[in-house]
């Protein structure tokens, strides 16, 4: 590429990527993050090998065109995204949707394959979950209980997220549900030192795909992170997953822009 | 694409997709749907990425003689499609095909594969199997059996389509008659609470591909889909599932009109 | 392609394709096909999509040349073939090899992969076993031996086959000679009632792949098969499975020349 | 390639890579090397035939773009190479990164990728483990501590190193702390035979990647590194190792300047 | 390609091919397929599709490559080849390479996937192994340790030859030393019979590769192989083989100047 088309492209990209104001509107943004009955989607991404061989003009078209896409759907769906490259195999980026249903998220994602930029896309994992209301917190003693609400100091962005789905044996459903309750209760315990810097989340997945549930992590510091795996993994609920990961999916935050400016450079 | 161009394409569009007639004969098309010792086969598909280097009138062209294809065939087996993209990996979009003789499926799909866009094609699942008569529920209490009738309001089309496969262990098959059809009356009770919501569908698949069953479900409350299948965990049959997915299939019920569409634009 | 290319195509396919005489010696191979100490491969092939961007003539002529390759080596061994396309996932055809030694089939498979067409096959299983006298079918009880007789009229071409291979677990070939021979005078039993239907043959392949069994079907009535498989499945011997299938190989029986004229279209 | 653009080539590349002065502050570098805390990386990249496509300018172009990217980088982080190509499977080359942050080998990766030369590589493993004190060895007997001291004459450079990530059972960590001890200190017994010539260093992985530890050795004596692995696979500790290796990574330690003259070339 | 081209292409490869005289120090070679402390190294290639794009006398030129490199590593290690074409999975031929140290094995394949032809082949499976003294057999009986030496007649080159690698269970190695040996005393006599016609190799590879053991076979009668299979199948020590096979590579020796003529015509 010469130097003039370089510059072009530079100037393309401030245009096309530099006033993107994401997402449109925070309340039901709100809602669909923290309400339960919402259908949360992780879809993990590569980019081909071809798309390099487009001109740098051409990608800063494709890129817009994505962005473009974005913000429209933004008024229905959550959609965050985060750099997997350099940390996760055979992934480039993910996106976290949040919808009401997902024929809404198929709708988006079917849409974004569809331009020039998805059209050298592949998707490497889909994992769908459903939020709920917490099955088991309600029995936990009220000191627990307390201890779990999240800090008041919560307000800033988190660095990383981790994404593992779990599969549980046939033993853990075939427990009654005291029993899962008490069990429950000391996994509790153990994550309890990391409430303050491992943000948890929960979705439900039997019958989406092929697990039971997809535990999703923030955090600023990963080794309290690993801490917290560490000691989940010395609680007895931990000899029911049948499988923990495969894929766990490790990335850091970032706005869908940066992304972007990285396949249109 | 100039715009004369993309307007010449919309119109070839209109012509050859817009007056679809699909299925020609209802009612052998019901039969297919709904007798014992029927062959219902999964077919899952994915589009290369060459497909996108056609110009768009190769591809309307190339949409156009699966449609020809599919109506011709319709006559003698019942094609149902699905849109896999966007919620499933790897996969496009699926057909469900029944047919009286695995012959005649594999007839209609070879032509498929041989046509311009079948060469775009990555077949990527394959599931075979036979539709009977249900095989514990004439011994279940008369209270159930009546339970099980479907309910007289399903005229409505569903959005949703799950397909999960499944294979028993050898201690399943094991197991006299007598204790089977116990553990399964267990299983249908727990499913009861679904059957407004939940449509159910049985393929026996033993010998026609890796699996014993083929599980395949419709509905337009996911949510109840997944308590459904969480419901099924618990019970005592659920541990002789030796796999239970892998793949697991979910998509949305979609004219095959509408699927090839998108592979035109 | 224009119409006087098309028609010349379908002259060429006429001429190479329609006066085949295939296999050459009746009498060697009947003997392949039914005498012990034979070696039975079954190679299963996708072709690529580079293949059709030939022309339809350089495909004929690619066509031609198997055709050839195949009267050539008929002469030393029985070569079968079968259409998976449709049915079988990551496959187009399967060829089942007998030949008195591997060295002769690999010469053969070397050779097809080497032709114009081969170089657009991928070859996706292979499977090898020896063929034996049986080994406890000796000490069955006389009315079980006159039952196992293959049915007078039994002359009919079979339509389908299914190839499944089997690894046994370590307990299998720990039991002693005696105990094996009563839970295969019971697996027996349990195929029968489908004797008539379904032609079984039995391949030995430890060593030679990562399997102990080629299990390898043809029947009419696919239905009886799975059947089979179900009464199969159920009696003692299956617990020693440690895998069955991985892959279940299912296409229809077809001359070579039918399969390819498919690839030559 | 004519003789003239060889001999080109060939002064490019001697101007390029033979002032390689790396890495650039050894203090720090140490720190990172030694200290626990610090997030260590393995990263497994395959280079595409499509290389080998460009002219022997353009590589040597590109790989001096990563040799700059390298020298920058190495201001804040460590990095290490090994060519894996000839000795492991789908896998040229292998960087180890050490660094304060995961963000930042995350930054470096993705800069790597984005090289003209990075958008031919294919990552095929990540690995990411965070260094920390030795969690059994302070309980251990005093002998067992000094002999756990690494040799004065440890200067010298070692030509091999392997990469084994290791996944514990469950019932590992259900068991207390004295126990896996107890267990831990029959696992150092046996290994320190071998302290002398081989080096060994732990990463603890659990969340960060599907495996809980990932082991990394250096020697010059490969066949006392197996002999050291034999030892510790008698041991109890070794019941407890769902997963060991899968991947196994085994390469040669080589400056980064050595493998990328190969792909130069 | 034209008839003149054709010859010219033919007459290169007697030129280049029909001479060759490999290896270069018997006595050497000698010591290195017999003597323990060796390296072996079993390497599994399959050629590229784009290779066959290459002009014919392209690939002569790039095979010559290969041959010279092949002679001149001759010197220093032992490299033995086999067409695994038409008879394993993804493979068209292995080599086998006995060396000193595995470094040497690493720039011998490290050289051959940098010339013309390396660059078309796609490295499918390496395993690595040491040779070692026997390590139970000192401690057999008189009359067994006699029976175990090889035939007097064994001259004759063999035909075929298998790879088996094999990975124990933790149980093996928790057995004591006495308890192995009674369990490998059982394996040796059952392996007894076959001693005349199947010539094996034992390397052990803990630590350099997913495996503990790699098996290899030669022989001229693959059905005596088979039996030995069978026969070692059935003895108490196989039950400790947690893997076996996955992948087996099953192949015929030949002379590399057969091989790469294959892929020069």
Same sequence: chains 1, 2, 3, 4, 5.
Avoid: C
Wanted: aromatic letters at 10%; zero cysteines; charged letters at 25%.
């Amino acid at each position: 590429m010469k130097a003039a088309s370089t510059m072009r492209v530079a100037m393309l990209v401030a245009l096309l990527l530099g006033a993107a104001v994401w997402p449109a509107r925070a309340a039901d943004r709100e809602a669909l993050l923290t309400q339960p009955g919402v259908y949360g989607s992780f879809a993990a991404f590569q980019m081909d090998h071809d798309w390099w061989d487009l001109t740098g003009e051409a990608r800063v078209i494709a890129v817009s065109e994505v962005k473009g896409l974005i913000e429209q759907f933004s008024q229905k769906i959550a959609i965050e995204s985060y750099l997997l490259r350099g940390l996760s195999d055979h992934a480039d980026f993910m996106l976290r949707v949040h919808a009401p249903a997902l024929s809404d998220t198929q709708q988006f994602l079917t849409s974004l394959l569809g331009t020039r930029l998805g059209r050298h896309l592949v998707a490497t994992s889909y994992l769908h979950g459903l939020t709920k209301q917490a099955v088991y917190a309600p029995g936990f003693p009220e000191q627990m209980k307390k201890a779990l609400q999240p800090p008041a100091n919560d307000a800033g962005a988190k660095s990383y997220a981790v994404v593992i789905p779990i599969r549980k044996d046939a033993e853990w459903w075939a427990l009654d549900q005291d029993t899962r309750a008490a069990l429950m209760q000391e996994h509790t315990q153990a994550a309890l030192p990391y409430i303050n810097t491992v943000k948890r989340k929960l979705y439900h997945s039997s019958g989406l795909d092929d697990f039971d549930f997809i535990t999703y992590f923030e955090t600023d510091k990963l080794d309290d992170f690993h801490s917290l795996i560490r000691a989940l993994e010395q609680v007895k609920e931990y000899r029911h997953d049948r499988r923990f990961g495969h894929p766990t999916l490790l990335g850091t935050i970032r706005p869908l822009d940066d992304i972007l400016e990285l396949f249109a450079r």
